[in-house]
């Protein structure tokens, strides 16, 4: 089985940075996936970890530590359009098993 | 095509009746997936074919649901006798083969039972 927790909901204000933390049990782990979901939307893929350590692209950065079972996803210069839900989630045999996701609220 | 096709992208449907979603994956992705997401909640893990064969339906909810695959495209995810707590999203991605995590996503069925 599988265990993913996040957050609920997270509110950061525009131009702040804002870190989402992810922990998971599994067997099977094949990497972890932050994907963004934006209000009525599908999800679209942000970073994939397999390896321990910290992952950079652009703005948004990711976080890894297997022996811990935990992640983070750290966003910086927030703008309002990160608005969105966050959505960790683990590789596990053939397929991506999601969490629930953290809805994040950006203040002007 | 380009992407993941869904159709329809919204469906009301009376309790009771049987509806059928379909998904269209990208052109010589082998490997497709159905996921459900019901109101504030994550997405969850239905069933998954590479090319016509499902090696794990393991999150189908119930025997009624069930799904297919042919030609190695097109998917139908089929719901039985539908109830009001079957209401959610149901999402379908595609990727080039099992294993591999490049998934994409359609845009999902709104399916609202009345």
């Known amino acids: 089985g599988q265990n993913i927790d996040q957050p609920t909901e997270m509110t950061a204000t525009e131009g702040a940075i804002v870190q989402i933390n992810c922990t998971y049990q599994t067997s099977g782990f094949n990497g972890l996936f932050w994907y963004q979901q934006h209000a009525g939307e599908a999800p679209t893929f942000l970073s994939y970890n397999v390896l321990d350590g910290l992952e950079e692209k652009g703005r948004f950065s990711s976080f890894l530590s297997r022996s811990k079972g935990y992640s983070y996803l750290l966003l910086k210069e927030l703008q309002m359009k990160d608005s969105a839900s966050y959505l960790c989630?683990?590789?596990?045999?053939?397929?991506?098993?999601f969490g629930k996701g953290t809805r994040l609220h950006i203040l002007p | 095509g380009a992407g993941v096709s869904q159709s329809p992208s919204n469906k009301v449907t009376e309790k009771g009746k049987d509806v059928e979603l379909r998904c269209d994956p990208i052109?010589?992705?082998?490997?497709l997936y159905w996921y459900r997401q019901s109101l504030g909640q994550g997405l969850e893990f239905l069933i998954y074919f590479q090319g016509n064969s499902a090696p794990d339906k393991s999150g189908l909810p119930s025997d009624r649901f069930s799904a297919e695959r042919t030609g190695g495209s097109v998917s139908t995810l089929t719901i039985q006798r539908t109830q009001q707590e079957d209401s959610a999203v149901y999402l379908c991605?595609?990727?080039?083969?099992?294993?591999?995590?490049?998934?994409?996503f359609g845009s999902g069925t709104r399916l609202t039972v009345v």
């Open positions: 991605a595609s990727s080039p083969a099992s294993g591999n995590y490049g998934y994409t």
């Open positions: 052109s010589g992705h082998t490997a």
């Open positions: 989630a683990v590789g596990r045999d053939d397929k991506i098993i």
